[in-house]
T-cell receptor, first 112, second 111 residues
Framework: DTAVSQTPKYLVTQMGNDKSIKCEQN?????MYWYKQDSKKFLKIMFS???????INETVPNRFSPKSPDKAHLNLHINSLELGDSAVYFCASRSAGADTQYFGPGTRLTVL | KNEVEQSPQNLTAQEGEFITINCSYS?????LHWLQQHPGGGIVSLFM???GKKKHGRLIATINIQEKHSSLHITASHPRDSAVYIC?????????????FGTGTRLTIIP
């Protein structure tokens, strides 16, 4: 009965490949987020979706494309992976009118 | 310079000590969050506050909007409190969605 789940937990891939990370929340939340945590443990927002609509898109390369098939899912697709994409990616969700964000366990992406 | 600064970056203390972690921000905010990242990597939201003070168990968070400063205090610290503590300012753009994170404070409590 995990609230926010991400798959896979670990992802090791070669430069130039295309990969996806999936996020699902079973909390009935309206808003979902993707964050990137770099090697220095610094968190930065990438995207935010509300009811399947994109509402925040930070200065992220267009190789990163979020896809929200429904309110409970926000997947992250990355094209042409680069070494600098290596990081831990966190998904989070929040209910409308509430302030607390619930984070997924993170996906550690390593690009070789 | 980061819009949200934390101090100290690293803090080691003995079990039982009173802990204070500071967060200063330079942006206009609607709220400030404190998060805890466990050694295993998981992130948990501890507090959200926009004024005054909140308490949960041994954790206390305060905020001074005029001074753009927040503190997280831990009383009677315990080794299980060892984690990275991150403050995050919720902006006033995009319908208050965007969180800007501090650089984190790594806390180690020695038994």
């Amino acid at each position: 009965d995990t609230a926010v789940s991400q798959t896979p937990k670990y992802l090791v891939t070669q430069m130039g490949n295309d990969k996806s990370i999936k996020c699902e929340q079973n909390l009935g939340h309206d808003t979902m987020y993707w964050y990137k945590q770099d090697s220095k443990k610094f968190l930065k927002i990438m995207f935010s979706y509300n009811n399947k609509e994109l509402i925040i898109n930070e200065t992220v390369p267009n190789r990163f494309s979020p896809k929200s098939p429904d309110k409970a899912h926000l997947n992250l697709h990355i094209n042409s992976l680069e070494l600098g994409d290596s990081a831990v990616y966190f998904c989070a969700s929040r209910s409308a009118g509430a302030d607390t964000q619930y984070f997924g366990p993170g996906t550690r992406l390593t690009v070789l | 310079k980061n819009e949200v600064e934390q101090s100290p970056q690293n803090l080691t203390a003995q079990e039982g000590e009173f802990i204070t972690i500071n967060c200063s921000y330079s942006v206009g905010i609607s709220a400030l969050h404190w998060l805890q990242q466990h050694p295993g990597g998981g992130i948990v939201s501890l507090f959200m506050l926009s004024s005054g003070k909140k308490k949960h168990g041994r954790l206390i968070a305060t905020i001074n909007i005029q001074e753009k400063h927040s503190s997280l205090h831990i009383t009677a610290s315990h080794p299980r409190d060892s984690a990275v503590y991150i403050c995050a300012a919720r902006g006033t753009n995009f319908g208050n969605e965007k969180l800007t994170f501090g650089t984190g404070t790594r806390l180690t409590i020695i038994p």
